[in-house]
């Protein structure tokens, strides 16, 4: 697949406070304030629906392409591909590529989903089920001719859903389009606390490398904000003035300068997604300007 820029890029998930705040209402507003912040991307989220109409996907499009704007989308929080019930692993099939050909009128190339929940059964067997389902999606995905476009399973931050980071991993290999995203907010969150180092950060892409390759691991999604968690996981999203929670940017920001990587990184901070997308690419453009 080519996907690949020569850096990483930078956005925001969603519209934020700022956004709002300095008088705008639409997403067709976005790609051009976003070029005016400096900014690279922007995500927008069908979390709960695929509701754009066609014609509103393409305006939004059109401008994104003017303004140098990367879309990718986020698609329904309702897919669960470790559904028992036979209904729910279908309509998890149709929000995965309903949401492909909205983000084809996006003129964007991503899509991140959910894998999916536990529910009451053994984990092997969720994930088992998760990857069935999933394998059924890619089928589908390539009759209807969407497979020129990367899906990317995110790693969750709760115990009970499907999305470790070794699961993200293999579902990456069932498909030449499936690519991770990987949230740092959410790993931190299911190891409590344990992403600090640098090290830490680097154990992870040594596996993505071992599992996906180079150019899969380079050209990763990457959902970064700091979390709030307890013993179950992921409790909510915070802002980057937590100063609990975590996980850092600095110490991502140095091991993707020293192993080259060139992820698209979206913040998915609660409010203040623009400002703190700027603040990681400030921190990532010091240590390249030194
Ligand atoms: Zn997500």
Known sequence: MENQSSKPLFGPSGHDETFVKEGNTVTLQMPKWLRDKGLDIFEYSFGRGVRTSAETAEAIGAEADKYGIEMSVHAPYFINFASTEQDKADNSITYLTSSLKALK??????CVFHPGAEGKQ????????????????????????LDN??????????QA?????????????????VYPCVDFGHVNSLLQGALKTEDDFQRIIDKMFDGIGEEKTKNMHVHFSKIQYGAKGEIRHLTFSDSVYGPE??????????????????????????????????????????
């Open 105 to 110: 009128h996006f003129h964007g190339r991503r």
């Open 161 to 177: 859903q499907v999305g470790a980071v070794d699961e993200v991993i293999e579902l990456c290999t069932l498909g030449k389009n």
């Open 149 to 158: 476009l990367i899906v990317c399973p995110e790693t969750m931050g709760k």
């Open 249 to 290: 940017f600095e110490p991502f920001a140095n091991v993707i300068v020293k192993n080259n990587l060139t992820p698209h990184i979206l913040s998915e901070s609660a409010g203040t997604q623009m400002t703190d997308a700027r603040t990681m690419q400030q921190i990532y453009n010091q240590l390249i300007n030194n």
């Open 122 to 145: 053994p984990r092997a067997e969720a994930f088992a089920r998760t990857k069935d389902n999933f394998c059924r999606a890619l089928a589908e995905i390539e009759n209807l001719g």
